[in-house]
């Protein structure tokens, strides 16, 4: 499974950290950036991991921002991406088993270390439940 990484200046530490943690489990990751602390905007980088990821060319995406907020209105731009901010491993889990999220954003200034791995575990090791989920989904693509 190959996962697209990217963040702006307020995220980029969380992305460091995140990424070196996702290689250890195995995963491939392709940095989008950025990369170092130096201000960025952060609808660059969503933009980047959105397209790899609606193109088929990563199969999900992990963003951040200092609040995760920006990043994820920006991605949830692109056609195809469900975008999820996610605070926990609940929001985390849910987001996969009923909205499919094929992108999870974080905080980099509001998302500790401990719970932005809990957050990608339990995205990662979950499974989208499909029923009346499907349903609601299709609604958002027929939106597109
Ligand atoms: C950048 O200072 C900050 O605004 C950005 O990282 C993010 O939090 C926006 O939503």
Redesign the pocket.
């Known amino acids: 499974m190959k996962i697209a990484i990217g963040s702006?200046?307020?995220?980029y530490f969380l992305k460091e950290v995140i990424k070196e943690y996702l290689a250890e489990k195995g995963y491939e990751v392709e940095d989008f950036g950025c990369f170092s602390q130096e201000s960025v905007d952060?609808p660059d980088y969503a933009k980047k991991v959105a397209e790899a990821v609606s193109k088929g060319e990563c199969d999900a995406g992990v963003l951040m921002?200092?609040?995760g907020?920006?990043?994820s209105i920006a991605a949830n731009k692109v056609k195809g991406i469900r975008a999820a901010l996610c605070h926990d491993g609940l929001t985390a889990r849910l987001a996969k088993q009923h909205n499919n999220a094929n992108i999870i954003c974080m905080?980099g200034?509001t998302t500790g270390i401990e719970t932005a791995k809990d957050i990608v575990d339990n995205w990662l090791n979950s499974e989208f439940e499909g029923g009346r989920h499907l349903r609601r989904i299709n609604k958002i693509k027929d939106m597109e």
């Open positions: 702006d200046h307020g995220g952060y921002c200092g609040t907020i920006g990043i905080g200034r």
